[in-house]
């Protein structure tokens, strides 16, 4: 939309890489410390519920904040996530225990569903199609340079300083994202009056929390009646949403075949993803009796895949278009999955090779999804669009996550001569001193089990998210950049 105020677009993006770089840092530095948190503040058992509770907030705030930046703008949107994500950054670094942890984490990711979005949301309506794929590029870019120096700066923090600073190195980040958006960034908002989908916001909320407590493995019937309570709630939350003079999340975009194929090929591969992510470190210091600096490492390709790839196809979208990006991507991410379940992950080469793969199909097809969903809507609905795609991966990050979490805490159970700290104690620095050689031989089985079965099911979901982008439409750049596509703001960089 035209905004009275020029906007400065060469700080503006630096305040929006400012803030995709705490998010960087989260996905790599925290990965990286976990095992060592587990050491210290003990809570196996709550390991995957860490990243859960990020994810869970997360993904129940896109599309509210998506929605909200719509009607009332992106800045007070994007502001509001930087101070939530600072606040949760700061008190995860002063908690105590794994369930204050675990609360505080969950403070954190709301921020970041207010956030993320945001920041892809600005740059959405600042830049042009053409613009717009090479700006991807170099958000790609500043994520993966975070992202590779997340590894070794966590086991750095962790060696040297304490675990609690990984969470507060968010702090300069955020003020100077914050600062910059605040003065850099200007837009005009139509005003008039709106009717909040309250009830809409409501009852996914508690959608999802049923959604995440059905995959947590907490009992056989606490499963089932959490379950029926997903369906039920999700049923409610399309009736919903059907009746709302201003939906939450308008139910007919997704009768159009882009925004469908990308939000459900979104939540499979982002589910494999997460799990990526936060199991790979664990399998290295757990199984590999690898060090701090050993797990962040595992998925530091990863970050370096990612960028090249997202700038690559960035610039290629203009000539070749959205599907063979979507497609060759997509088939790398289930070509590295497979690697990972079939055995690759004992040895370090294949297991880094693997994250690699992985990293550049995410880094093509994500740019490619990405900017069909966005050049695909007018501006009064490219932020909940936006949104919509970070949902379901998200979405499908709890859910895979929870899922495999409970696989791994199964199995650990299976083994009564496992002491219940016993893994506790084997992440923590020289802690498996003081195990037992038996003990030893039994908990290395068990992880080795439960993760391995934890690839496997990254490896289905990756194949999977392949097979669904295969009825991804044919969309021409030419037509995804029409008509419907309102202009950028009034914008320069001077």
Request: hydrophobic share 55%; aromatic share 8%; proline share 5%.
């Amino acid at each position: 939309m035209p905004s009275e105020r020029k906007t400065h677009r060469g700080l503006t993006v630096l305040g929006l890489i400012l803030a995709l770089a705490m998010a960087a840092l989260e996905s790599t530095v925290v990965a990286t410390a976990m095992p060592t948190v587990i050491g210290d503040l003990g809570g196996i058992h709550q390991y995957a519920w860490v990243t859960t509770a990020y994810l869970l907030t997360s993904s129940v705030l896109v599309p509210i904040c998506g929605k909200l930046s719509d009607i009332y703008g992106r800045k007070p949107v994007m502001l509001f996530g930087i101070a939530v994500f600072l606040l949760g950054s700061i008190a995860s670094g002063a908690a105590r225990s794994m369930p204050q942890l675990i609360a505080f984490r969950a403070l954190q990711g709301a921020g970041a569903g207010a956030m993320q979005p945001m920041a892809m949301t600005i740059s959405g309506d600042i830049f042009d199609l053409d613009e717009r794929a090479r700006i991807q590029g170099v958000f790609g870019a500043a994520w993966g340079l975070f992202g590779i120096t997340g590894p070794m700066l966590g086991g750095l923090i962790v060696h040297y300083l304490s675990w609690r600073w990984v969470f507060y190195i968010n702090i300069p980040f955020g003020l100077a994202s914050a600062g910059l958006v605040l003065t850099a960034f200007h837009e005009r908002i139509e005003k008039r009056r709106h009717a909040l989908d309250v009830l809409g916001a409501a009852v996914l909320s508690a959608g999802v929390v049923a959604l995440l407590v059905a995959t947590g493995r907490l009992g056989a019937q606490t499963t089932l009646l959490a379950a029926v309570a997903a369906a039920a709630l999700f049923a409610a939350f399309v009736a919903v949403e059907r009746r709302a003079p201003e939906p939450m999340i308008p139910l007919p975009l997704f009768r159009r075949p882009v925004m469908l194929t990308s939000n459900v090929a979104g939540a499979i591969i982002g589910g494999a993803m997460m799990g990526t992510i936060t199991f790979v470190p664990l399998f290295v210091q757990g199984v590999l009796r690898g060090s701090p600096t050993d797990a962040g490492s595992a998925i530091a390709p990863m970050l370096i895949g990612w960028p090249i790839a997202s700038a690559i196809g960035g610039r290629l979208i203009p000539r070749v278009g959205f599907r063979p990006l979507i497609w060759v991507g997509l088939g790398f991410t289930a070509a590295a999955g497979l690697a990972l379940a079939l055995g690759g992950a004992h040895s370090p080469v294949v297991l880094r090779l693997s994250t690699l793969v992985f990293g550049v199909g995410m880094g093509l097809s994500n740019v490619a999804l990405l900017i069909a969903v966005q050049s695909s809507v007018a501006w009064e609905q490219r932020g909940i669009a936006t949104a919509s795609t970070m949902f379901s991966r998200l979405l499908g990050g709890v859910v895979a996550v929870g899922i495999m979490g409970g696989v791994l805490s199964a199995e650990l159970a299976k083994d009564a001569s496992i002491p219940a700290d016993a893994a506790s104690r084997l992440l923590a620095p020289e802690g498996a001193l003081g195990l037992d050689p038996s003990v030893m031989e039994h908990l290395g089985a068990a992880l080795m089990s439960g993760l391995t079965t934890v690839f496997w099911i990254i490896a289905a979901m990756a194949v999977v998210g392949f097979v669904v982008a295969l009825w991804f439409p044919r969309l021409p750049v030419q037509a995804a950049g029409g008509e419907a596509v309102a202009p950028p703001s009034e914008a320069g960089f001077g």
